[in-house]
């Protein structure tokens, strides 16, 4: 028994197992990868969302009258151009800087200031792990991250709350602009109104219109920087909408009020996903963070028996299989909870 697994444990670390066993792993990892890539390409989905948004474009409406079509296609076509001229100035607007991120969160600071900020960070991130005893390569690691990777990540997630917190209360904001509207209100009373009495951030977005609007700005360009400010799909609805109706007239309340309908349908259907895929995210969190947490108590309880993963070549290898095993894990279940509405 002895010399059997003697034999069998000298197979295992053999050059050429182990160099087989990476091959195999290496295969399997590239193979998932690109199936988790692919496989939406290789399915109906594209083919099904090509044909819902075939079917928005409104392609399969016909009138009969020549009289009616005529003028419903060239208001179609005004539409569309205005629509087209939107996307264009919003994609020569794609490059965000640091300055609008800065905005976008609601923080009045200059960029230098963010950058002083973020070094003062890194360097007590990276002295306060030096004077825990550790190398100096862990705490050079510790400032990056302290300096670079945290400021963002706050960042981030200030500009993700501010969005959603204006996401509450614009849906409010469009019906006082419709009742306004209906009491017989000029379209830039409404928006006063807002920008005095709406809570926050919604106010400051609104009180900063109002003051382009009182230099002289058209009101579809600052509904445009609005956008920038604000980079939501429901903020730009609402820009198109005005923009579209300031240049080809029509029932402004209406409109408004079917815009507010959709995006409190929208908000809707948001809770619904979130509520209905909460269950699976807990469970990607939970199957993703199981591993490490498992590595960490098999760690503190019994350091030598799981040290062979890093100081032994097959431990080495498996652990980087193993990693490569997690992130197609992680990316499969971020596939699966992600919800598109």
Not at 272 to 296: D, H, N, T, W
Request: charged share 15%; hydrophobic share 50%.
């Amino acid at each position: 028994m002895t010399s059997t697994a003697a034999h069998w444990e000298s197979a295992l670390l053999s050059p050429e197992f182990i160099q087989l066993a990476a091959i195999v792993m290496a295969a399997l990892s590239v193979g998932g990868f690109v199936y988790v890539l692919v496989m939406p390409y290789l399915s109906d989905e594209r083919k099904v969302s090509k044909r819902v948004a075939t079917l928005a474009q409104g392609r399969y409406g016909t009138t009969t009258r020549a009289g009616v079509a005529q003028p419903v296609q060239m208001r179609r076509k005004q539409v569309q151009e205005i629509v087209k001229d939107i996307e264009a100035k919003q994609k020569a607007n794609q490059r965000v800087t640091l300055q609008m991120k800065l905005m976008r969160a609601g923080l009045n600071i200059k960029p230098h200031t963010y950058y002083i900020l973020s070094a003062v960070a890194g360097l007590v991130g990276g002295l306060i792990v030096l004077l825990t005893g550790s190398s100096l390569m862990v705490s050079a690691i510790t400032a990056f991250a302290c300096g670079i990777g945290l400021p963002r990540w706050l960042l981030a997630r200030l500009i993700k709350s501010r969005q959603a917190k204006f996401l509450i209360q614009f849906a409010n904001a469009i019906d006082i602009i419709v009742r306004g509207i209906k009491s017989g209100l000029p379209l830039n009373d409404c928006v006063q109104v807002i920008a005095s009495e709406m809570l926050e951030p919604v106010r400051s977005e609104f009180a900063d219109l109002v003051e382009q609007q009182k230099v002289g700005v058209p009101i579809s360009r600052a509904l445009e920087r609005m956008h920038d400010r604000m980079p939501l799909q429901e903020v730009n609805f609402f820009a198109i909408v005005i923009a579209i109706q300031s240049q080809t007239g029509g029932n402004l309340a209406e409109t408004l009020t079917n815009l507010s309908s959709v995006l409190r349908e929208r908000h809707l259907l948001q809770a619904k996903v979130r509520a209905f895929s909460a269950e699976a995210k807990a469970s990607a969190m939970i199957i993703g963070a199981l591993p490490p947490l498992v590595m960490g108590v098999v760690y503190l309880t019994s350091p030598d028996y799981i040290s062979l993963l890093w100081s032994s070549q097959l431990g080495k290898a498996m652990l980087a299989a193993s990693a490569i095993w997690m992130l197609i894990g992680v990316v499969t279940m971020r596939k699966m909870i992600s919800f598109d509405y």
